[in-house]
């Protein structure tokens, strides 16, 4: 667990799984695999098979721990949705969510194994679910979204690789954009982002903008046309995430 995250759009992250393998173009310089094998050349327990697929039984309770109330991103360091995560465990990470009071934010490439199991799934309102869309061939993740029992569903748009054209919003509920961070990051343009903007006060989505990217994230800054776009769902939002 982190908490004070270094993830714009979250608080904490919770892994009760880690490792995961490329399925599309935005995994090509993934930072959790980058930071898994530095971690299993630290030592680091957790870590011990680099960026294989590891299911983490002790993890499974953290947030039952946690006093304060907190927004959580699920498997910062994998997808809870893997062919490799078994049904079984992926069951045991609902419990504990359904358990507590903190709000879950579970992102996935794996949209058509979200779809497949969201009928087997107890959702609570406090559980988020979104899917990451880097380039418009990536769309059709978006009608997988649509159909699951999440109260609250969301795309992650980054790393964002090309303009991703036409969005139909309807039944999403929120809408994130970065661009990609880090060694071989590749470029982003405002116009891209300008086109899902303007989508979303269009639509009636809460937007936010995460970063520009590049090598160093920090100096790009997340000014999109002088503001810094943090818009979040939920009114309930309001108190625990300022």
């Not at 992250?13 to 695999?33: D, F, H, L, Q, R």
């Not at 303007?198 to 590049?214: A, L, M, R, S």
Request: charged residues 25%.
């Amino acid at each position: 667990m982190a908490v004070n995250s270094g993830i714009e759009w979250t608080q904490s992250t919770w892994n009760p799984v880690t490792g995961c393998s490329e399925i599309s173009t935005g995994c090509k310089n993934c930072y959790a695999k980058r930071m898994s094998l530095r971690l299993k050349a630290m030592g680091l327990p957790a870590y011990r098979n680099g960026f294989r697929i590891t299911c983490h039984q002790n993890m499974l309770d953290l947030p039952l721990h946690w006093k304060k109330p907190q927004l959580v991103f699920v498997n910062s360091m994998s997808d809870l949705f893997h062919a490799k995560v078994p049904i079984d465990f992926i069951s045991r990470v609902f419990d504990v969510m359904n358990r507590t009071s903190h709000i879950y934010q579970i992102l996935t490439k794996r949209a058509e194994r979200l779809a497949e199991l969201s009928d087997l799934l107890p959702w609570a309102k406090n559980i988020w679910t979104g899917v990451t869309v880097e380039v418009p061939d990536y769309k059709y993740r978006i009608d997988l979204l649509r159909q699951t029992n999440a109260s609250i569903k969301f795309l992650s748009l980054e790393p964002l690789l090309e303009d991703i054209g036409i969005l139909d919003l309807t039944d999403i509920d929120w809408v994130i954009v970065g661009g990609e961070s880090g060694p071989g990051a590749r470029p982003i343009k405002a116009d891209w982002v300008r086109n899902i903007r303007d989508q979303c006060v269009e639509q009636n989505v809460p937007f936010f903008f995460k970063q520009w990217g590049g090598f160093n994230k920090k100096k790009s800054g997340r000014l999109l046309d002088g503001r810094i776009w943090n818009e979040i769902p939920g009114k309930e939002i309001e108190e625990i995430y300022v």
